[in-house]
């Protein structure tokens, strides 16, 4: 059996993965789905301090703390940086990357170059003065899975 890794994308917890833990954990795989500092139900741990490096440091210290090996880390969105980042950081201890609407930066790129001018131009707009964009609008009648109903 495997074990995974799960990270979810910007503003989402590990609570995202809850049916794809469900469903490897029935098939008999160990599975760690992530919350990353200072996002979704650890939004308050959030500050100008809190960025990759700390998202970086979520992922080895679990690895390390729970002694995983030949671990199958799965990142989506935004949850990509950090997975990149921790196996290159423990590639004695990274069976497989999977990246899901994701992908690695080429070197010394961030995702925010990733956008075209115009829209780095909102996007600082958007963050003001503070250290992180804001979640998107979300409006649970009008989500297509209603999340807002699950426990």
Same mark, same amino acid.
């Given at each position: *059996?495997?074990?995974? @890794? &799960?990270?979810?994308?910007? /503003?989402?917890? #590990? /609570?995202? /993965?809850?049916?794809?833990?469900?469903?490897?954990?029935?098939?008999?795989?160990?599975?760690?789905? @992530?919350?990353?500092?200072?996002?979704?139900?650890?939004? $308050?741990?959030?500050?100008?301090?809190?960025?990759?490096?700390?998202?970086?440091?979520?992922?080895?210290?679990?690895?390390?703390?729970? %002694?995983?090996?030949?671990?199958?880390?799965?990142?989506?969105?935004?949850?990509?940086?950090?997975?990149?980042?921790?196996?290159?950081? *423990?590639?004695?201890?990274?069976?497989?990357?999977?990246?899901?609407?994701? #992908?690695?930066?080429?070197?010394?790129?961030?995702?925010?170059?990733?956008?075209?001018?115009?829209?780095?131009?909102?996007?600082?707009? &958007?963050?003001?003065?503070? $250290?992180?964009?804001?979640?998107?609008? /979300?409006?649970?009648? %009008?989500?297509?899975?209603? &999340?807002?109903? &699950?426990?």
């Amino acid at each position: *059996m495997a074990t995974f @890794v &799960l990270v979810p994308g910007f /503003w989402l917890g #590990g /609570w995202a /993965w809850r049916e794809v833990t469900a469903d490897l954990r029935g098939r008999g795989h160990d599975v760690y789905p @992530v919350t990353l500092t200072g996002v979704a139900e650890r939004a $308050h741990l959030a500050g100008p301090e809190v960025g990759l490096e700390t998202h970086t440091a979520d992922l080895t210290g679990l690895i390390e703390a729970e %002694e995983l090996r030949d671990v199958v880390l799965v990142g989506h969105s935004g949850g990509g940086m950090p997975v990149t980042q921790a196996a290159d950081r *423990m590639p004695d201890r990274i069976a497989r990357v999977v990246y899901v609407e994701s #992908g690695p930066l080429p070197d010394g790129m961030s995702q925010f170059d990733t956008n075209p001018p115009e829209e780095q131009e909102r996007l600082r707009a &958007l963050i003001g003065d503070g $250290h992180l964009l804001p979640p998107p609008a /979300w409006e649970p009648a %009008e989500d297509p899975q209603n &999340l807002a109903g &699950l426990d």
